[in-house]
């Protein structure tokens, strides 16, 4: 008889065979993923470490330059602020220097018109010594007028103007209306027929106005 073959045996031993071999697998598998997991998390580490260097370095860029433009800023501030005082101190000196002009051309103005008038007065009291020594009432009478008339060139160069009023309308800008008088022209209602008090312009401006009847 042929010896039999124990398959059965044989079968035990390889399953036991892959049975420990498994756990061995299973392990290396594990520690194969446990690697790969260290390394990912090493690499994601790495990869925060540089994005959040990398964020520094731009704060750190931004304040530098933020830093520059505050620092530009304030040079140009004070260099505005010194232009500002140079300006405000030479328009002082500009304002203090044109007043004092103004005040010495009132003065010499008026000072002008004075002597202008000292000639007048000269004539007015030669006449009234002459009045003393004479009886020709029209010597008297032609020397007050030529007097008057010289007295009212002078004033007209210095820019005074006599407002015409005498048969004009009402113009409230240069007549005052002191009373009315009745009048039987119909084109003389609402017109200045008598003036009791001449009114003046003085380089155009009027420094008085006429005092005038008005017709009604």
Request: net charge positive.
């Amino acid at each position: 008889m042929k010896k039999q073959i124990p398959i059965k045996d044989e079968s035990l031993n390889q399953e036991k065979q892959n049975n420990k071999e498994q756990p061995s697998n299973n392990q290396n598998r594990q520690k194969e993923e446990n690697s790969t997991q260290k390394q990912q998390n090493k690499n994601t580490k790495q990869e925060h470490t540089h994005k959040k260097q990398q964020q520094t370095k731009e704060k750190q860029n931004q304040t530098k330059e933020l830093k520059e433009q505050l620092s530009e800023c304030k040079k140009q501030y004070e260099e505005l602020k010194d232009k500002y005082l140079r300006l405000m101190a030479e328009y002082e000196n500009y304002r203090k220097r044109t007043l004092k002009e103004k005040m010495e051309l009132v003065k010499t103005a008026g000072e002008n018109v004075i002597k202008g008038l000292l000639e007048i007065i000269d004539n007015f009291e030669r006449a009234l010594a002459s009045i003393e020594n004479t009886n020709d009432i029209k010597a008297i009478k032609d020397g007050v007028n030529l007097i008057y008339k010289g007295l009212k060139d002078y004033l007209k160069q210095q820019g005074l103007q006599e407002i015409e009023a005498l048969g004009k309308p009402l113009d409230t800008d240069l007549h005052e209306a002191v009373g009315q008088k009745p009048v039987e022209d119909e084109q003389q209602k609402g017109k200045v027929v008598e003036v009791m008090q001449k009114g003046y312009l003085l380089n155009g401006k009027v420094i008085r106005h006429a005092k005038v009847i008005i017709g009604s």
